[in-house]
Structure formats: C-alpha cells, structure tokens
C-alpha cells in the first residue's frame, strides 16, 4: 500500500492530541524509565543495612581519636579553659575594646535574664521567681580565675545550665572579658574614667 500524504495527516492529529493532553497532568504512578541514565546505581547509603559487616551497618564507626579536618580542638586553654581541675588564670584571649562590646551584647542575650546586665544577680528570669544566681561582686567570683568562668559557661554550674552548645568558644571568652569589666566597673574610681566622658557624669 502506499502512503500518502493525506492518510498521514488524521494520524498527526491524533499524536498531537494524546501529546497535549497529557501536559499538566499530576500523576501518582512512578514514572516510566524508557532510558535508565544514572539514577539506579548500586551505592551504599548511609544508614543502609549491609551484610558485610559484623554490625550489619554501612555506616561506619571512625578509629578511637580521628578528628575531621579542621577540627582539631588541641589548644587546651583555649577550646577548655585548662583542665577543670586546673583552670587557666587569663583569657587567652587579646582584649580589645571590639572584644568587649562583642562580650557586652553576648552578656546581655545569654546571662542578663539570670545574672542581670550589672552582673548583680537579678535579671527578668530571677524576678520571676528562678533561683538568683550570687553577684559577680562576690569575692569569691571576683578572683575566680578566667578558664573558670569559661568553663561555667561551658558546662553549667549545679543550678545553672550549660551554653556551650549555643556559644562559640571565641563568644565565651569575649563574655569572660566582658564579665571582668563588669567586676572592675564596681571598683572604679574618677580616676579610671576618662576626662572626655567625665562631663556626662552626675
Ligand atoms: C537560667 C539562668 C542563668 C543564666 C542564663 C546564666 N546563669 Fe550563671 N548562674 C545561674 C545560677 C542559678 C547560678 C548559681 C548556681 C548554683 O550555685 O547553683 C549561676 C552561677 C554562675 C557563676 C558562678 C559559678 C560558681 O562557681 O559559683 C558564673 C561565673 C556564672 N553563672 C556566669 C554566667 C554567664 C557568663 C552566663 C552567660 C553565658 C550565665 N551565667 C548565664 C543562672 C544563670
């Protein structure tokens, strides 16, 4: 038989047809794979169960001490603040005046709820009924070393919780130093105020 053009045309137009209907069509069915590129693949997924090994797990553990890269913490005094039962007397730390106010708007998002922006002891937290922490005038917090500090932002102190998961080591030391100002504040005399801001005193 052959073909001409006119019997091709009905054929054309029902292509076309079937073609434009399906557009725009949501379909829950797989899709058909007439060509596989390379989605299937055999490859091992993470949390995949695995015969291999004895633990039947993909996911391996790393060797006892491996650190990613980057990641080393080895710096003692800076990353722990010294050992806890030895902590370090000085921020590591140089103190610059960015240091300080870097610690000041720390100090007043993590601790002034409890410790109060003086650092005496009655933020909002407190007024409302949790447990006043002491003052950090207390003699005994004024000579407390600064890795100790450190390490109770860190670790948390009996009643008071940890923040070492939400501030960075580089964060806690620049609240450390802030934390000494706020001590030294308490001390000073008309002496250590410079004679640009004595005019706003009264
Ligand atoms: C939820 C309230 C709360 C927050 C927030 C808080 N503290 Fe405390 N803090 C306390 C309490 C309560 C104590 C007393 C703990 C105790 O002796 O049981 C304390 C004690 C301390 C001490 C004395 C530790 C000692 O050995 O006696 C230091 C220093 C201190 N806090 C620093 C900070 C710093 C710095 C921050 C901010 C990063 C902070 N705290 C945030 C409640 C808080």
Same mark, same amino acid.
């Given at each position: 038989m052959k073909l001409t053009?006119?019997?091709?045309?009905? *054929? *054309?137009?029902?292509g076309t047809a079937l073609l434009?209907?399906?557009r725009g069509q949501v379909s829950r069915e797989p899709p058909m794979w007439i060509k596989h590129g390379m989605e299937f693949q055999p490859k091992y997924l993470a949390f995949q169960e695995n015969g291999f090994f004895a633990d039947g797990r993909n996911m391996r553990t790393p060797p006892a001490g491996t650190v990613a890269q980057g990641l080393l913490k080895e710096d003692d005094g800076f990353w722990r603040g010294g050992d806890s039962a030895h902590p370090i007397a000085k921020n590591p730390v140089p103190i610059t005046d960015s240091l300080l106010h870097r610690g000041q708007e720390r100090f007043d998002i993590y601790c002034a709820p409890c410790h109060g922006r003086t650092g005496v002891g009655n933020g909002m937290v407190v007024q409302r009924g949790f447990?006043?922490?002491p003052s950090y005038f207390d003699p005994r917090l004024m000579t407390m070393p600064d890795g100790q500090i450190f390490q109770t932002i860190s670790n948390g102190v009996r009643n008071m919780p940890s923040y070492g998961k939400?501030?960075?080591?580089?964060?806690?030391w *620049?609240?450390?130093?802030?934390?000494?100002?706020?001590q030294?504040?308490?001390s000073a005399t008309m002496a250590d105020v410079p004679d640009s801001a004595k005019a706003n005193l009264r």
């Open positions: 053009i006119r019997a091709l045309v009905p *054929a *054309a137009l029902i434009l209907g399906c447990m006043p922490p939400q501030i960075p080591e580089a964060d806690r *620049a609240i450390v130093a802030y934390v000494r100002a706020l030294r504040s308490q």
